[in-house]
């Protein structure tokens, strides 16, 4: 008897197209169950990122989204975060390089606040006060960059490595840069 009503439950229960946020151009990522509307609105979902661009070099990344809005069968969604995976931040740590972390809590141009926390790997060691001086760059950098874009231009940039890049050339000539890269975004 308790075996039926589990799956007079599951029968119950309908399928959800998750689209993707206007950012990654609204395509259909994935189809979730759900019991109804109400219970699917605030549902977070996590994907890897080459699931949405199709790209081999994105599939480090996750991302975070959590569903907004329902409109019949389709469930529409908004960036949280993204994130690269544990296993691949841990597989640029070296020995005899520095690993420089910065966690920077910023605001776009329209005033949305998030926090943006970047890895920086140095070639060689460097002295507690180069990586004073390195992070102290970063996060003016990050201020005056972020201040002239929206979110979605500066995630993009994230994406395509653009902000790193400039940020790289930024602090070149601190301490010689190994990789510059996204540690995690939270919106």
Known sequence: MA???????????KWYNIFAPKLFGETVISEIPGSDDKGMIGRMIKVNMSWITHKPEHSFITVGM??????????????????????????????????IY??????????????????IM??????????????????????EYTAAHDIDEIVNGLISNALQREAASKIFNIAEINKLELKKIEL
Do not use: C, M
């Open 3 to 13: 075996v039926l009503k589990q799956v007079e439950k599951w029968k119950a229960k």
């Open 102 to 119: 910065t966690v920077d809590s910023l605001k776009d141009k329209t005033g949305k606040a998030f926090v943006l926390k970047l890895l």
């Open 122 to 143: 140095t070639v060689n060691k460097v002295a507690t006060p180069k990586k004073t001086a390195i992070r102290r760059v970063i996060a003016d950098f990050l201020k």
């Open 66 to 99: 959590k569903i907004n809005s329902i409109n019949g069968e389709a469930a529409h969604t908004d960036l949280k975060y993204l994130e690269q995976t544990y296993s691949y931040i841990h597989s640029l740590v070296r020995r005899r390089q520095s690993a």
